[in-house]
């Protein structure tokens, strides 16, 4: 189980890399592959999210700091923590649905890939 959670966040942190947050969602579809793919799916995207912020805090952490007390003033001032995660949450809510829709097109394609 966490090799697979290794592997759907290190796609995920590529995927968010090159092609930008949405695409995260696509992480997660490989994870329905698997059976209960939605725990590596939810886990690995998840972990990729926080990944980004601690990479960005530990990066710059003055213009970060920043960065997230504006977001929580445009949010209706709540604080930083809670910017972090609300966009954490986005990530494990987006592996989640891949893993689903993931697991959904293993149904009607109708293969048995799972492993």
Known sequence: MIQKIVLIS???????????WEFTLLAGM??????????????GVGSSWAGWHLYHWVRAPEGYARLLDTLGVLAGGVPP????????????ALGGLGAVLGSAIVQIVGRNVRT
């Open 81 to 92: 923590l809670v910017v972090v995660a609300v966009s954490v949450s986005v990530g494990i």
């Open 30 to 43: 490989v994870a329905g592959l698997w059976e209960r793919g939605w725990l590596p799916g939810m886990v």
């Open 10 to 20: 290190a796609l995920a942190v590529l995927l968010h890399r090159i092609l930008g």
